[in-house]
């Protein structure tokens, strides 16, 4: 007879390090800074009243919130590490086809490639660039996390319903207990955030930056 299996911890065990990280998602010039190429660019639709909700959101929650976790990971010794769209060419010849359709182009090296300032990563830290929704099959972020020993993984960034989604989806799909810090996230919309996290806690344990902040502190 097979002999009985342990049970399973649950999805929402506490982040830990050695066996956890922070992702941040697309915290970048190119979608964080109002000068960015997806409102500026040849892809934007913005009407000025989404914008500024964005904005609001970002500024005033996001990006505040984000940091934090990732000072607390660092002083906890939580792996913190970063996703950017970015070519891998100036010319972006290597996007993926929907990059491509869309008219996504965010050159190698440009600045719109560069993480926001009160994010930053510090010197050793990992920062991936990817021309896909999900960072998963467009980098080799799963590998990496395997080779640092990682099975519980944080999500935060941007947009909730876009690359946030993905990363959190592909993740719970490739065996990582996943947390998604929703108000360190911002979507596209007020609306499409709320519904993302909703959606979202078939996936991963939908948490709030006080509630982790206090479990690495």
């Known amino acids: 007879m097979p002999l009985p299996s342990a049970p399973l911890e649950p999805r929402d065990r506490p982040l830990q390090p050695g066996r956890s990280a922070l992702l941040l998602v697309d915290l970048q010039r190119y ?12 892809s934007n639709r913005w009407s000025e009243a989404r914008k500024d909700a964005y904005f609001a ?11 934090a976790l990732a000072a607390a ?5 939580i792996e913190v590490l970063y996703c950017v769209i970015e070519a891998l060419t100036r010319d972006g010849r290597d996007r993926g086809l929907d990059h491509k359709l869309s008219n996504m182009l965010v050159p190698k090296g440009s600045r719109d490639a560069e993480v926001m300032e009160a994010v930053a990563p510090e ?5 991936l660039p990817k021309t896909a929704s999900g960072v998963f099959p467009s980098t080799n972020l799963h590998y990496l996390l395997r080779n640092l020993g990682v099975e519980d993984l944080a999500v935060a960034g941007v947009f909730t319903d876009q690359c946030v989604e993905s990363a959190v989806r592909d993740a719970a799909d490739l065996g990582y207990r996943v947390t998604l ?10 609306d499409a ?11 991963a344990r939908v948490a709030i930056t ?4 206090a479990e690495l502190d």
């Open 31 to 42: 979608c964080c800074a109002r000068d960015g190429g997806s409102f500026t660019g040849p």
């Open 123 to 127: 010197a050793d830290e990992i920062v």
């Open 181 to 190: 810090v929703g108000d360190a996230c911002c979507g596209s919309s007020p």
């Open 210 to 213: 006080a509630e982790i902040l």
């Open 193 to 203: 955030h709320a519904r993302t996290l909703e959606a979202m806690r078939g996936y």
């Open 57 to 67: 959101q970002l500024e005033g929650t996001t990006l505040p919130n984000a940091a």
């Open 73 to 77: 990971g660092r002083r906890s010794g």
